[in-house]
């Protein structure tokens, strides 16, 4: 059974930081290709960042510069550094697996989020 499972998520004042992690079972996690995929309130799925098994990172340009992603393979764990954080950063969090690098936006399996809270 595939299970991703997010924390590190809370409430931080902006300018401040953060950092997510997402711990992995059930697949081969050093092939995969894990994404940070976030849910602001009323609104649809925004993508984040990409890494693929090979160390390969893609970023969604308004995230570029303040959030970094990282894994490591030892622990089947994918990590969301977040700087800078802004009220609009407020959303719920989610790890997923892509179906590739070439495919981000195609999910395979998510987790059930983790929320980040920065306030006005």
């Known amino acids: 059974e595939v299970q991703l499972v997010e924390s590190g998520g809370g409430l931080v004042q902006p300018g401040g930081s953060l950092k997510l992690s997402c711990v992995a079972t059930g697949f081969t996690f050093s092939s995969a290709t894990l994404t940070w995929v976030r849910r602001a309130p009323g609104k649809g799925p925004e993508w984040i960042a990409s890494?693929?098994?090979?160390?390969?990172?893609v970023y969604g340009d308004s995230m570029k510069g303040r959030f970094t992603i990282s894994r490591d393979n030892a622990k089947n764990t994918v990590y969301l550094q977040m700087n800078s954080l802004k009220p609009d950063d407020t959303a719920v969090y989610y790890c997923?697996?892509?179906?590739?690098?070439?495919?981000?936006?195609?999910?395979?399996?998510w987790g059930q989020g983790t929320q980040v809270a920065v306030p006005a």
């Open positions: 890494i693929s098994g090979d160390g390969i990172y």
């Open positions: 997923a697996v892509s179906k590739s690098i070439a495919a981000v936006d195609d999910y395979d399996y």
